[in-house]
């Protein structure tokens, strides 16, 4: 399936469509939080993009650093986004990103058994408190 080259395009959507966010609203929210700029200025969601320019942002911790290669608007499979954007994220910067993401990965979810593990324990500690 071909893909359409732009001369610009929004930059929510073109995060969007190289899959630096999940969704396209995700990517909106981190350019309205500060979270997304060019040139070391903070971008609206609106800004467009061109080829060649470099786009600094920060999610969940984490630094990235792309370069756009081609404006697209479409959604791309992963293995065609190398066509698109160019990954100039130091090395150092990648392995604290992954170290990152690792620990949120660790908190994101209880388990049945943390949660029953609480349970005993708020029942043992606040059950004792009631008898004072």
């Not at 986004?81 to 160019?86: A, I, L, N, R, S």
């Not at 049945?112 to 043992?124: M, P, Q, Y």
């Amino acid at each position: 399936m071909p893909v359409e080259a732009l001369d610009k395009i929004r930059i929510d959507k073109w995060l969007w469509a190289v899959r630096a966010f999940k969704t396209r609203s995700k990517a909106t929210q981190a350019c309205k939080a500060g979270k997304v700029s060019i040139g070391g200025i903070k971008v609206k969601p609106s800004r467009t993009v061109e080829t060649g320019d470099v786009i600094e942002l920060r999610r969940e911790g984490a630094k990235r650093i792309l370069k756009v290669l081609t404006p697209l608007d479409k959604r791309v499979g992963a293995p065609r986004v190398p066509e698109f954007m160019e990954d100039l994220t130091p090395p150092e910067d990648i392995a604290t990103n992954k170290k990152t993401g690792k620990e949120a990965a660790q908190y994101a979810q209880t388990t049945s058994r943390d949660r029953r593990r609480l349970r005993r324990f708020l029942a043992e500690h606040l059950d004792g408190d009631d008898k004072a």
